[in-house]
DNA sequence: CAGGTCACCATCCCTCGAGT
DNA sequence: ACTCGAGGGATGGTGACCTG
């Protein structure tokens, strides 16, 4: 295990007073060596005295590591050879006595020169273990190793295999996200450029004319006491919006650091207002540690009494200790005057913030590291954090989707958010974060210099790490606390960034498959559905809705569900709207064909009164027309429904549907919408008028009720039609006996689930007869066209 | 121009208090 | 105990505006 014992503490206090805080140990044929650029940086930063120190230092553990190694390697693999060919400078540290050594992170990229998050106090209290070690050992066969791994493959726990498994897997990872973030960096570098002078204009605080999100620190000279400042920083807006997450001591100074950080044309802010509750997020909450030395400070700020809302964290050490009291206090600041918080381009698409092209699997969770090209250092996060991370962050999603991290979508598919004129103002916004949907979902570390980036992500890392320490010392008050600041951190970053965009990089298979469930689901859509009026049965739906919506969304909620199916709805709505003044308007059939991508994916709900024409928009204070069911479409004299959804069959068309000449119908007039046809027994269509004003044929009363119907999920899309018998009720669908049969015996199995997997089921045959309608199920054809694959 | 978003509005349903 | 109406929440439709 290593450690800093051992080396003289003027040693080590020049050795982070310098800067420097990165090794390398790299593995050559002639066993360990500390590569040249970390001797030579080494030199010129230290003193000579030290140095020499902590080479000699270093070069005893190398020594110790190469001795260890040999062994190892002779026992395992018997092929290599002893050491013997190291290079001189080299062998001048290896061949010290000196103390064991941590090694904090890489010294190998050009781009990093400074930042570390640790600290000297940290690391002289370490008694690191080597699990705990960031130590990287490059090994010119496998690359970067872990130490911990490493050092189990030295100890023959970590066959060959299994660690070069281990370095693909990580070297896989970095590359995704890597290539993320490059284009992320690319995009928001145009963007700058792009905005720039607009920005100098209205961000009079030049440090924040980037447009973009990051983390404001000088890490290199963090110290224990230092704070740190994580803040969003939106650059357009002469009212902005501040997430701030700070490290710090005194309470007192904190506070203080409120104040003066108050100025309203500054400073970001946040303002959101519930459109109709008059909800405002104007809470402020704050984890105070009593004591208000030595111990823990978080702060939870949404919200400032100043009209300064922000989120703060305050927090010396990642640690709270079962003797420190600590307090939650909730400060509702009145009185506020709302600001709107508006955002631009440039704010939407943050700069990327992670760099995994050099992930190593044994840097530390979150190393902040500056990088010269872009002046901006990057946050790393380990690949195994993000591989056993429960949180959900936005690196496990870049995997997922095409687009760059922080970018919205470009997929013609995408629902991308494109802004809005009333987001921007953010005014009177509801509560479900709409207003700011394209707000970065980044926090920025602010203090000196240089910049660098902290996603909320990365401080919900922080702050789970911060919780697992806090379970390891038995302080079930500070997990709680930490746990309640996550919570609240959780929802800041709901409504501060629903990200609604970032990660629907336009999957239209997504939403197909969206769509598929929730016409699954008619207790959500279908007005006559029995179960349409019953709350638990819809909140599950929705449960479920939600949950897939999660795939390409972590943080949706049900209020985003809602948003997104009225989104598909709207749309839909409009283009049956244009569809039918194109027909009615006589256009050619070309321009009477839907054009919404997802047009077709939607048509079950023209079995909705509300999406066929006639329906007008009741006035208030008139007369409530009662929704008419399908049956009742004759009633308006004026609107005839063969005539009145674009999709209906038209007369002639009526005639394909009658049994005696067969029930085909085109493939492209199944696609497009779902066909009930009422029809006379004579092969006439039924008086829909009559018998709604007879009233003594009615859908339930035929035994055939449109809800049920669709309930089985076999409305949609399907030409259905309803024979009538002379005497007007016997109605039955025209299925053949062989249909019946292979119904019934689906309906027993059906029968047979639990509720929950009925659901299930409905969306998979639902899906399978849809594809079917499309024809697109195939046997072995390799192609994935057919989502049936997916229920099977 | 397609698509996303939101304010505004209509409607339905539920709750609750007042009146009978 | 029952009825009735006001109030509010939930849900959905419409139109306008926005972005890419």
């Given at each position: 295990?290593?450690t800093?014992?051992g080396m003289?503490?003027t040693?080590?206090?020049d ?26 940086k080494?030199?010129?930063?230290l003193p000579a ?6 080479m000699?230092?270093?070069?005893d553990?190398?020594?110790?590591l ?8 002779k026992?395992e ?9 190291q ?13 064991s050594?941590?090694i ?6 050009d ?5 570390t998050?640790?600290?000297l106090?940290?690391l002289?209290?370490s ?8 130590i990287?050992i490059?090994?010119d ?7 911990k791994d490493?050092a189990?493959?030295v100890d023959?726990?970590?066959d060959?295999?299994t660690l070069?498994?281990r370095t693909?897997k990580n070297e896989?990872i970095a590359?995704?996200v ?14 700058r450029s792009?905005q720039?002078?607009k920005q100098?204009?209205l ?12 983390v ?5 000279k963090?110290?224990p006491?230092?704070t ?9 807006a002469?009212k902005?919006?501040?997430?701030r997450?700070?490290t710090y001591?005194?309470?007192?100074k ?7 950080t ?6 970001p ?8 509750s ?9 984890i105070?540690?009593?004591k208000?030395q030595d111990?823990?400070t ?5 919200g400032k009494?100043q009209?300064?809302?922000s989120?703060?964290?305050r927090?010396?050490h990642s ?5 420190e009291?600590s307090t939650?206090?909730?400060?509702k ?12 381009k440039a704010?939407?698409?943050p ?12 840097e530390?969770?979150?190393?902040i590291?500056?990088?010269?090209a ?5 946050i ?12 959900p962050t936005p690196?496990?999603n870049?995997q997922?989707?095409?687009g760059?991290?922080g970018?919205p979508?470009?997929?013609p598919?995408?629902t991308?958010?494109?802004g809005n004129?009333k987001?921007?103002?953010?005014d009177t ?13 980044a926090l920025?570390l ?9 996603q909320?992500?990365a401080?919900?890392?922080?702050l ?7 379970d ?22 709901k409504?501060?960034s629903?990200?609604p965009d970032?990660f629907s990089?336009?999957k ?5 498959e969206f769509?598929?469930?929730?016409q ?12 349409y009026?019953?709350k ?14 999660r795939e ?21 709505r409009r283009?049956q709207?244009?569809?039918l ?7 050619h ?10 047009y077709?994916?939607m ?7 509300s ?8 006035v208030?204070g ?9 049956f ?12 009145a959804?674009?999709?209906w069959p ?6 394909s549907?009658?049994?005696e ?10 696609l497009?919408s ?6 006379e027994?004579d092969?006439?269509?039924m008086d ?9 044929v009615?859908?339930e ?11 089985r999920?076999?409305?949609t899309?399907v030409?259905l039609?309803v024979?009538?018998?002379s005497?007007?009720t016997?109605a ?9 049969v292979l119904a019934?015996?689906?309906?027993v199995?059906?029968?047979e689930?639990?509720?929950t ?6 969306k998979?045959?639902a899906?399978?007869?849809?594809e079917?309608?499309m024809?697109n ?7 994935t066209r057919?989502?049936?694959g997916n229920?099977?």
């Amino acid at each position: 295990m290593q450690t800093f014992k051992g080396m003289n503490k003027t040693t080590l206090k020049d050795l982070f007073n310098s800067g420097f805080e990165h090794f390398k140990v790299s593995k050559g044929p002639n066993g360990h060596f500390l590569s040249k650029k970390c001797q030579e940086k080494l030199k010129t930063k230290l003193p000579a005295s030290s140095y020499e120190n902590v080479m000699a230092w270093a070069g005893d553990w190398i020594s110790k590591l190469n001795g260890e190694t040999e062994a190892s390697l002779k026992a395992e693999s018997k092929q290599t050879n002893s050491v013997t060919e190291q290079p001189a400078s080299e062998s001048v540290q290896a061949a010290t006595n000196k103390p064991s050594t941590i090694i904090i992170d890489l010294c190998s990229d050009d781009d990093e020169d400074e930042e570390t998050c640790e600290s000297l106090d940290s690391l002289l209290d370490s008694e690191s273990s080597l699990s705990k070690s960031p130590i990287i050992i490059h090994d010119d066969e496998l690359g970067d190793i872990d130490l911990k791994d490493y050092a189990d493959h030295v100890d023959g726990k970590l066959d060959l295999k299994t660690l070069k498994t281990r370095t693909i897997k990580n070297e896989i990872i970095a590359k995704r996200v890597s290539q993320t973030a490059i284009e992320g960096r690319s995009k928001a570098r145009a963007i700058r450029s792009k905005q720039k002078a607009k920005q100098d204009k209205l961000s009079p605080d030049k440090a924040q004319d980037e447009p973009t999100t990051r983390v404001l620190s000088d890490q290199s000279k963090l110290k224990p006491n230092e704070t740190q400042w994580i803040t969003t920083t939106p650059h357009k807006a002469p009212k902005e919006t501040s997430l701030r997450i700070r490290t710090y001591q005194k309470i007192k100074k904190v506070e203080q650091d409120q104040i003066t950080t108050g100025k309203t044309h500054e400073e970001p802010k946040i303002g959101f207002h519930m459109d109709k509750s008059n909800i405002s997020i104007k809470e402020k909450i704050s984890i105070t540690p009593q004591k208000t030395q030595d111990t823990a400070t978080i702060r939870d700020t949404v919200g400032k009494a100043q009209d300064e809302p922000s989120i703060e964290v305050r927090s010396e050490h990642s640690k709270l200790k079962s003797s420190e009291h600590s307090t939650i206090t909730t400060h509702k600041a009145p009185n506020e005057t709302t600001k709107r918080a508006t955002f631009d381009k440039a704010q939407e698409k943050p700069t990327i913030l992670t760099d995994q092209s050099k992930l190593k699997p044994s840097e530390n969770r979150i190393t902040i590291i500056p990088q010269k090209a872009q002046d901006r250092p990057t946050i790393r996060i380990r690949s195994d954090l993000l591989l056993n991370s429960n949180i959900p962050t936005p690196f496990e999603n870049t995997q997922l989707i095409d687009g760059p991290v922080g970018l919205p979508a470009k997929s013609p598919g995408s629902t991308s958010s494109s802004g809005n004129r009333k987001r921007k103002d953010c005014d009177t916004t509801p509560d479900n974060g709409q207003s700011c949907a394209k707000r970065p979902k980044a926090l920025e570390l602010l203090r000196t210099h240089p910049r660098v980036h902290l996603q909320l992500p990365a401080v919900q890392l922080l702050l789970e790490k911060v919780a697992h320490f806090a379970d390891d010392q038995g302080n079930s008050q500070a997990l709680t606390l930490i746990n309640q600041l996550l919570h609240s951190l959780q929802v800041a970053e709901k409504k501060i960034s629903p990200l609604p965009d970032r990660f629907s990089a336009g999957k239209r298979q997504f939403w197909r498959e969206f769509l598929a469930l929730y016409q699954g689901m008619p207790q959500l859509w279908d007005a006559n559905h029995v179960d349409y009026r019953n709350k638990e049965l819809r909140n599950k739906a929705y449960e479920l809705l939600e949950t897939k919506l999660r795939e390409i969304q972590p943080n949706a909620t049900r209020t985003e569900v809602g948003r997104r199916i009225n989104i598909f709805r709207t749309n839909y709505r409009r283009e049956q709207m244009r569809i039918l003044k194109q027909k009615e308007l006589g256009f050619h059939s070309d321009l009477c064909k839907p054009t919404l991508w997802f047009y077709d994916y939607m048509g079950f709900l023209l079995t909705q009164e509300s999406f066929q024409q006639g329906r007008t928009r009741k006035v208030r204070g008139t007369a409530t027309t009662k929704p008419k069911t399908m049956f009742e479409f004759g009633k308006d004299a004026s609107s005839d429904p063969l005539d009145a959804v674009s999709d209906w069959p038209t007369k002639e068309t009526i005639a394909s549907y009658l049994p005696e000449q067969g029930v085909q119908q085109s493939e492209e007039s199944s696609l497009l919408s779902p066909k009930i046809e009422i029809i006379e027994h004579d092969g006439e269509p039924m008086d829909t008028d009559r018998l709604t004003r007879d009233g003594d044929v009615k859908p339930e009363i035929c035994g055939f009720n449109t809800s049920d119907y669709k309930d089985r999920n076999v409305s949609t899309n399907v030409a259905l039609t309803v024979g009538r018998g002379s005497n007007g009720t016997d109605a039955h669908p025209a299925l053949s006996e062989a249909s019946e049969v292979l119904a019934k015996s689906w309906a027993v199995q059906y029968e047979e689930m639990a509720p929950t997997q009925r659901i299930l089921a409905r969306k998979a045959i639902a899906d399978i007869l849809f594809e079917g309608c499309m024809g697109n199920l195939r046997i072995n054809r390799g192609e994935t066209r057919s989502t049936v694959g997916n229920h099977l």
